[in-house]
């Protein structure tokens, strides 16, 4: 499956003008004087060819499959269908949950998204200053992004059960009781979000980090020297600098935020009262679980939309912001 | 340098996408369903069973229900003794909804198996999807006896005359009780015969320092032990397909649920586990599954009682639970008559006895019920014979929630509503009818 | 102005031990649900359920991962997973490598919209396409089998994209002295590009490796035998249904699936960092 990670690239920095890669100037005509043009596409083919074709087959293939299937009223496992036009999409619309599944799922993502790049650059300035065994604490910080989901999950349901769990004794040792954390849909969502935030922080923890790295050194000591206080030289002179690395960790960070699922499997599998259904989870209960497959395919269509819109105003939003 | 994947395309080239995806379109034309025809069940078509010759190997797709793999095995190493048949014993799944997705998935592949687990809100599914043949022909040619089959467990499988199913791993919600807490409270060592008894001890549970009762939650439980509640005020989840959630009965047991939780606080919700809390001594009573006994008399540090669930005004009320096997449709004969045939060996009276006194499932036929194997459970644990003897008044599952595609999850969305946030019964229940109603509408009726 | 110089250093001490606090913070909520799980992992089932808690387990023997190990075929799922992972995450670099060297440094006429096509591929949620997909690998037979279960999931949009990214900035004059000595693309890309990105693929290294070991909902559908799940699919087989679930021989299951990627992780990490870092820094 096409996956997809929070990891961000080393960040933007210097770089060429992505039109016009540096070898391409004078020198790069010269490599190609004597290539016909059916040899290099035939290059080409060799080298892009396979992952081109796997896209096709495994990505494309099966989402035109899909948006053929969100017009159908199709029970998973039947061998016939019929066809019901937009039905799937307005009884989508109409559906008296979709108002919360849609609410879970802008919570959800604006808190995993913001929140995790609020406390993933805090963790970076962090680990950034001089201070002894950074190095071990950074090591540590990012472990959590390397396990699996389902693993991750599971071990929290421990942490958080209010009878036999670690943070309600705790709670309990300074005089408060656990909330209800999986009885009470306006805690079960903060729950899960402390989960995916603990997985996923320290990635982006780390991308910060190494674009601080690339902040000289000076120019902090430059603007302290202007006279002002750390926090007027972090927010003009530092931020901006990290506006490239901001912007694509913003992109892939939602990109995995509304498609994460098995921290809520692991959890609450959705619920409780449908608390943590997310439109992701909704497809696999849809399709897999409830087996409407025609209808769990109209949802992943409206998703896969509004994952196209945000990302053609995201690209709106850079061309409009030269950084350079 | 721009930060966004996609920053670097322009319009132009977006529109080639477009028309590329369109091309795919194309491609994708073949695989998936035929659009238009005429679907629904598998009939149960003359076949001449006679001139069919078993086949040599089978597939079988279980999940083991109650950590039975090893059972499982030693059944099929008898049947392959017996018959010589070999049977490929497939793990397809950690519960009855994984094998279900891996089935359903499966369908129209080549990778379909034999024999498969069918659970009971799942084989109505399977079978309006003709994905399972009807059994009685079959059976009717293999002499499995089904007269012998506990008739609520047999029949929870029927459907327009036929059945398609047979029942293998079978449980029903049980009263727990912890002896000690009994004692402490000064109650007699049995469970409580009606809820209005309940309702009289409780509050010397309460004295002894526990939360009385504890109660379960989540998708495929709460729906299913709130069976006895509903029944027993008189009320049904759904006649048929009609849904009959608006009656007073039905508004009646949930307003005692809440009664219960709200005003006496003598019941309590569950945070994950009600079985966890009862073994761990935080609840005095609970409603769990037959399946959950062996486990519990293994952990509990106190002694364990086990009843029948109490009663309501109109009398005793208990559903059930677990899992079947079924036979898909569309396989050869051959494969098909061999899966009988080990059907049929996997639920005679002898091993339905073996697998029951392993796992703690319920034997499903009569004459078993007395047999060694099971006199000897019983006398080794008591509280299992109540389980038993509790089969005899057990009652077939209410249509809209076992055989609507989502109408388990609407119910329990609607019972969590009433226990969790102490929501307007009736409003709940609309809600919830009115949603498996349409679902049974598009996903149900077509199919019919 | 020595007051002053004193007032600042204290200021400065006082906002290192407010940094230190801070740092042991991070690590303890990061550090403690894992040790919490490790201590579960040793506990009997009534030391796990028992009000108040219990911190410590009462001994720290190994029969619950004995238990664990006995149960379901930890072995089996540790190779599965290790195969999967080692050539899944090789071939995808491989093909993020050379994806990204076609649409950099060759010619052809619609590379833009190649590399458009590669890249939204990562707007397609997951779930869109498993059931085309389950139906084509079960038709081909490939259920059970580590081409069912690594090919779908090969293609790489993520890396191709991280990959284009930093051959850009590559400096021009190696590429062409490799030309002037006549080196082929192949020689080209191996031989010079591959060396002087090393930061970059550790990172999409480090992305692969994890998601590939972690991936569970694709091998859930595609693999039935036991002896073919990877280790997050085959850790559920440690849930009972019906029953009463054994958390202890759960927690040692998550615990062996847990340590070998943390194990991975500590020895490589310095690599991955300071790739990353220092790649930011000099790259």
């Given amino acids: 499956m096409a996956q997809l990670a929070t990891l961000a690239p080393p960040p933007a920095r210097t770089a060429g003008r992505p039109d016009k890669p540096p070898v391409h100037g004078a020198g790069g005509q010269a490599l190609r004087k004597r290539r016909t043009p059916w040899k290099s596409w035939l290059l080409f083919l060799l080298f892009a060819g396979p992952n081109v074709a796997l896209l096709v087959i495994f990505t494309y293939k099966p989402l035109v499959q899909s948006l053929q299937y969100s017009l159908l009223q199709w029970n998973i496992g039947s061998a016939t269908a019929r066809f019901v036009g937009l039905g799937n999409y307005t009884a989508w619309f109409t559906d008296p949950t979709t108002p919360n599944v849609v609410r879970v799922t802008v919570v959800f993502t604006l808190a995993t998204v913001a929140g995790g790049m609020v406390l993933g650059l805090s963790l970076a300035l962090l680990l950034n200053r001089k201070l002894r065994g950074t190095g071990m604490a950074r090591t540590v910080v990012v472990a959590p992004y390397v396990l699996s989901g389902v693993a991750v999950g599971l071990l929290w349901l421990f942490v958080f059960d209010p009878n036999f769990g670690v943070l309600g004794a705790m709670l309990k040792a300074v005089g408060l009781g656990s909330p209800d954390w999986y009885n009470d849909p306006a805690w079960a969502l903060p729950m899960i979000i402390v989960v995916y935030l603990w997985k996923n922080t320290g990635y982006v923890a780390l991308i910060y980090l190494a674009a601080l790295q690339a902040v000289p050194r000076d120019l902090f000591e430059a603007a302290t020297l202007d006279g002002a206080g750390p926090f007027a030289s972090f927010r003009n002179v530092v931020l901006p600098l990290l506006g490239p690395t901001t912007f694509f960790l913003s992109v892939t960070t939602l990109l995995s935020s509304l498609q994460s699922f098995d921290i809520i499997q692991a959890m609450t599998q959705g619920g409780p009262l449908e608390g943590t259904t997310t439109m992701m989870y909704q497809i696999y209960q849809e399709g897999f679980a409830t087996g409407r497959a025609g209808y769990s395919s109209a949802i992943a269509t409206i998703l896969f939309l509004v994952l196209l819109a945000i990302t053609a105003v995201q690209m709106l939003f850079i061309q409009k912001k030269v950084h350079y | ?448 | ?283």
Avoid at chain 2, 387 to 395: F, K, P
Avoid at chain 3, 128 to 156: C, E, M, R
């Fill in chain 3, 1 to 283: 102005m020595g007051l002053q110089v004193q007032e600042r250093v204290t200021v400065k001490q006082r906002s290192r031990a407010g940094g230190y606090l801070m740092l042991l913070l991070a690590v303890a909520a990061m550090v403690l649900p894992l040790a919490w799980m490790m201590l579960a992992s040793f506990k009997d089932r009534d030391e796990i359920y028992t009000v108040p808690i219990q911190w410590l387990p009462a001994s720290f023997d190994l029969s619950n991962y004995a238990d664990a190990l006995a149960a379901v075929p930890f072995g089996n799922f540790f190779i599965n997973s290790i195969i999967t992972t080692a050539v899944g995450a090789t071939l995808k670099i491989v093909l993020a490598l050379t994806t990204a060297y076609a649409v950099v440094f060759l010619e052809f006429p619609f590379k833009k919209f190649v590399f458009g096509l590669v890249v939204f591929a990562l707007l397609v949620p997951q779930q869109i396409v498993i059931i085309p997909n389950y139906t084509l690998i079960a038709d081909l037979g490939w259920i059970n089998t580590y081409q069912g279960l690594i090919l779908p999931g090969l293609a790489s949009a993520f890396g191709t994209f991280l990959f284009r990214q930093h051959f850009l900035t590559l400096p021009v004059s190696i590429l062409e002295a490799a030309a002037l000595d006549g080196a082929s693309h192949w020689t080209r890309l191996w031989r010079f590009v591959v060396p002087i990105s090393s930061p970059t693929i550790a990172a999409v290294a480090l992305v692969s490796i994890v998601s590939e070991w972690n991936e569970y909902l694709w091998p859930l559908l595609v693999v039935d035998r036991a002896e073919m799940m990877t280790l997050p699919v085959g850790l559920t087989l440690l849930q009972n249904n019906d029953g009463v679930t054994n958390w202890g021989v759960l927690m040692a299951g998550t615990v062996l699936i847990t340590v070998p990627v943390l194990i991975v992780f500590f020895l490589l990490q310095r690599r991955i960092v300071t790739g990353l870092t220092s790649g930011a820094v000099t790259g």
């Fill in chain 2, 1 to 448: 340098m721009t930060s966004s994947p996609f920053a670097s395309l322009n319009r132009r080239q977006l529109l080639q996408l477009a028309a590329l995806l369109g091309g795919a379109g194309a491609l994708a034309a073949c695989g998936g369903p035929a659009v238009g025809q005429a679907g629904g069940a598998a009939t149960d078509k003359a076949t001449d069973w006679t001139a069919v010759t078993p086949a040599k190997e089978i597939t079988w797709w279980s999940n083991h229900p109650g950590t039975s793999k090893d059972i499982e095995t030693e059944l099929i190493k008898r049947f392959t003794a017996e018959s010589g048949i070999k049977v490929n014993l497939v793990t397809a799944g950690a519960n009855y909804d994984e094998v279900a997705q891996k089935f359903q998935a499966a369908s129209g592949s080549s990778n379909v198996p034999d024999l498969v687990i069918a659970s009971d809100v799942w084989w109505f599914r399977y079978m309006i999807n003709g994905q399972i043949l009807p059994l009685d022909q079959l059976a009717k040619h293999l002499e499995f006896g089904t007269e012998d089959f506990n008739t609520t467990l047999f029949n929870d499988y029927e459907f327009t005359g036929s059945h398609w199913a047979v029942p293998y791993a079978r449980s029903t919600p049980l009263f727990y009780y912890n002896k000690a807490v009994w004692e402490k409270a000064g109650l007699p060592d049995r469970a409580p015969k009606t809820w209005a008894e309940f309702d009289e001890w409780a509050p010397k549970i309460k004295g002894a320092g526990v939360m009385p009762l504890g109660l379960g939650k989540g998708t495929s439980w709460s729906a299913w032990w709130f069976c006895n509640m509903l029944w027993g005020a008189g009320g049904a989840y759904s006649k048929e397909w009609a849904m009959t959630l608006d009656t007073p009965e039905a508004v009646e047991a949930a307003k005692y649920l809440q009664k219960i939780i709200y005003t006496d606080k003598t019941a309590a919700v569950t945070a994950k586990d009600q079985v966890a809390d009862f073994g761990a001594g935080i609840t005095g009573c609970t409603i769990a599954s037959t399946g959950s006994l062996s486990g519990l008399l293994g952990t509990a540090k106190f002694e364990l009682g086990t009843g029948f669930l109490p009663e309501g005004a109109d009398g005793p009320a208990c559903p059930t639970g677990g899992t079947g096997l079924a036979i898909p449709a569309g396989k050869a004969p051959e494969q098909q008559l061999a899966a009988a045939m080990f059907l049929k060996f996997l639920t005679n009276a002898e091993n339905t006895a073996y697998f029951s006194s392993n796992t703690g499932y319920m034997p499903v036929r009569t004459s078993a019920l007395e047999g060694e194997t099971m006199k000897a459970v019983y006398a080794k644990t008591p509280q299992f014979r109540t389980a038993v003897d509790q089969l005899a008044g057990t009652r077939v599952q209410d249509w809209g929630r076992v055989f609507v595609p989502n109408g388990d999850k609407d119910l329990t969305t609607a019972l969590e509503k009433i226990m969790l946030q102490q929501g307007d019964p009736a409003e709940a229940f609309a809600v919830a009818s009115a949603s498996i109603t349409k679902s049974y509408e598009e996903n149900v009726l077509p199919y019919l």
